[in-house]
Structure formats: structure tokens, C-alpha cells
Nanobody
Framework: QVQLVESGGGLVQAGGSLRLSCAAS????????MGWFRQAPGKEREFVAA?????????DYAVSVKGRFTISRDNAKNTVYLQMNSLKTEDTADYHC?????????????????WGQGTQVTVSS
């Protein structure tokens, strides 16, 4: 089992950057594929980015963030990151990280077994 704690959210102007972190407790962090999802008020949670287990050489992104966001992992620190550049007002949401050992990488919520409480990102115009 793994516990996830997100941090790094905040208020930023459009065009700015933020880096989210997700710290995982428990053992064998490298055996988990990780993902970031977000949920805006009144909307369903949607996929943002995913990184495969192991060294994290496999990544995938939602079309809406590709080229602006980068997911990475540091297995020595049990942490996954989401670097967000060129932020837009539509990126405003509560961001959650999720973990799975079932799949090498997953882009749908049903593929994940664990998730954190989330961190709020607000992008102002």
C-alpha cells in the first residue's frame, strides 16, 4: 500500500509556472506507475499526465497540456513531479496524483488504486 501527499499548488498568473510534487510513503515506489489528474469545479476529474513504473522512460499527456507540462519521477526521493509552464486560466483545478502497480502506465482513473487529497492550482488572468 502507498500513501500520497501532493504539494506545490497555489495562485499564479496566466503564463506563469508551478511545480507540483507528490510524495509517496511505503515501499517499492519504483514499482508504481504514477499519474496526475485534475478536477475543476462542476467538472469530472480528468487525466493530465502519466509516467510508467521503473525509471519512468514512458510518459503520456493529455492533449490540452502536451508541450506545456512535464511529468517526472525521482525514485530515490519517492516523489513524482508535474512541471507546469505557460499556465492558462483553464488549468485551474484541484490536482491529484495517483498510483498503480496493476499497469505499467495508465491514463484512466480506473487504472489506479491509490490517490492523494490533492493540491489546488488557481491561474488568474
Amino acid at each position: 500500500q502507498v500513501q500520497l501527499v501532493e504539494s506545490g499548488g497555489g495562485l499564479v498568473q496566466a503564463g506563469g509556472s508551478l511545480r507540483l510534487s507528490c510524495a509517496a510513503s511505503g515501499r517499492a515506489f519504483s514499482s508504481y506507475a504514477m499519474g496526475w489528474f485534475r478536477q475543476a469545479p462542476g467538472k469530472e476529474r480528468e487525466f493530465v499526465a502519466a509516467i510508467g513504473w521503473g525509471g519512468g522512460s514512458t510518459t503520456d499527456y493529455a492533449v490540452s497540456v502536451k508541450g506545456r507540462f512535464t511529468i517526472s519521477r525521482d525514485n530515490a526521493k519517492n516523489t513524482v513531479y508535474l512541471q507546469m509552464n505557460s499556465l492558462k486560466t483553464e488549468d485551474t483545478a484541484d490536482y491529484h496524483c495517483e498510483a498503480t502497480r496493476t499497469y505499467a502506465i495508465a491514463i484512466v482513473r480506473s487504472g489506479y488504486d491509490y490517490w492523494g487529497q490533492g493540491t489546488q492550482v488557481t491561474v488568474s488572468s
